[in-house]
């Protein structure tokens, strides 16, 4: 009986044992778990990325938009006091140095989408304050500053001088309006509906090569344009006694022809238009998408021999001074008759510094300056041909006559080599 209950024991023993190796197993398998745990709070502290084009700031709601720049999802992500906020070099900023347009690096929570950092993309690039954007809207190319750019659908478009002229409309409107709880309110529902993101985003098409824009883009693809100061409309009338003559409002250089409107930038210009060598010119102001008429019969017209003189350098985009004022992005102008001081000039390159003699309707100028990295004997060498034009602009489709007196009776050519200052 001893003998039994002894066994007994021992067997109760031996199961002991074997449930506490049990227990023992399963306390291993869920010591998994803080590893598993660890992952998710690095994973939290990581969180999601987002490089893409800011199309909207909410500082009411604390919000912004952002346009993916690989496939152009929208990302409305919220920011607060914990959000770091940086420049492209790392630098503290304020999210009201932030700007529509602008490329960020955005990490933030799914759960919430509440970011807990957003960088201006160290990658990104940026045109800034340019002119001669040009577009072809079937292949999705854009063309500034001689480049080729390809765009999708993340492209963000916006003209910052509509929106400024909205919110000073908006302000003096709101300042003549009855102060009652029952405008404020509404006020209040307009403001921060959906209409307030639309506010100045624009289509391709509105753009002008007139326009100033600042172009930002990602690696090899443009991702937005932001018009910084836009363009206007200048109709002619009573022009019949003009066609075959020249008209220059700025760096806008044309033949007159029969109902032509004429696309300027926004600003103050002096109108100038050249037939047979008598001048006429009228100031004008151009506002941003406004037509105006001008009347080419109130011009008043003096005696004065003028042609075109036309640059074609290397590199592109060179800043031209002609008589001590300086012109970026232009390459044609209306001048009188007589020598000019020219200086052309690019960052890393020997400037072109010379006297051009206008005695034509129409006069070639090639520059080719020499960059800085070279250790030859440089110079810039610079050929300037005379001659009665068939096209006004070198490569245009327009195949009228600049007619003067002069290039008619006779066609001389001249070339002048300069030495690089």
């Known amino acids: 009986m001893r003998n039994q209950r002894r066994q007994m024991i021992a067997l109760l023993f031996l199961v002991s044992i074997c449930l506490l190796a049990g227990c023992t197993r399963r306390n291993t398998t869920s010591g998994d778990t803080p590893q598993e745990s660890t992952t998710q709070e690095k994973k939290q502290e990581t969180g999601n990325t987002v490089t893409g084009v800011i199309s909207n700031i909410d500082t009411e709601l604390s919000q912004i938009s952002i346009s993916d720049v690989g496939n152009g999802w929208i990302y409305k992500i919220a920011y607060n006091g914990t959000t770091t906020l940086k420049s492209r070099y790392e630098e503290p900023i304020a999210v009201e140095q932030l700007e529509i347009g602008e490329i960020v690096d955005v990490v933030y929570d799914s759960d919430n989408m509440l970011a807990s950092s957003i960088q201006i993309s160290y990658d990104a690039w940026e045109y800034e304050e340019v002119t001669g954007l040009t577009y072809n809207q079937k292949e999705n190319h854009i063309w500034i500053m001689g480049e080729e750019y390809t765009y999708n659908a993340s492209l963000v478009l916006y003209d910052k001088t509509q ?23 509404d006020s209040t529902e307009v403001a921060s509906a959906d209409g307030a993101e639309a506010q100045g985003h624009i289509s391709l098409s509105e753009i002008s090569d007139q326009d100033t824009v600042t172009c930002r883009g990602y690696k090899g693809k443009i991702c937005s344009v932001v018009v910084i100061s836009g363009h206007g409309y200048v109709r002619l009338s009573d022009y019949s006694t003009y066609i075959g003559g020249m008209i220059a409002i700025g760096n806008v250089i044309q033949p007159v022809t029969e109902n032509m409107v004429l696309t300027v930038p926004v600003g103050n210009w002096t109108l100038e238009i050249d037939k047979d060598g008598r001048m006429g010119t009228k100031d004008i102001v151009v506002s941003q998408n406004e037509e105006q008429t001008v009347n080419l019969a109130s011009l008043t017209i003096i005696a004065c021999r003028r042609g075109v003189m036309h ?22 102008f209306i001048l009188e008759y007589g020598k000019h001081k020219v200086v052309v000039g690019a960052v890393g390159y020997k400037s072109y ?46 195949e009228q006559a600049v007619q003067t007196t002069e290039a008619a009776a006779s066609t001389t050519e001249q070339t002048v080599t300069t030495e690089a200052n």
């Open 353 to 398: 510094n010379g006297t051009i003699n206008l005695n034509s309707a129409y006069i070639n100028v090639n520059v080719e300056l020499t960059p800085l990295s070279e250790e030859t004997d440089s110079s810039a060498e610079t050929s300037s041909t005379t001659q009665q034009s068939k096209s006004f602009r070198s490569g245009s489709t327009t």
């Open 311 to 332: 640059f074609v350098t290397n590199p592109d985009n060179c800043v031209i001074t002609i008589d001590g004022v300086d012109y970026d992005g232009r390459t044609d």
């Open 163 to 185: 929106e400024e002229a909205e919110t000073q409309e908006q302000t003096t409107e709101m300042t003549q309006e009855a102060t009652t709880e029952t405008t404020q309110e």
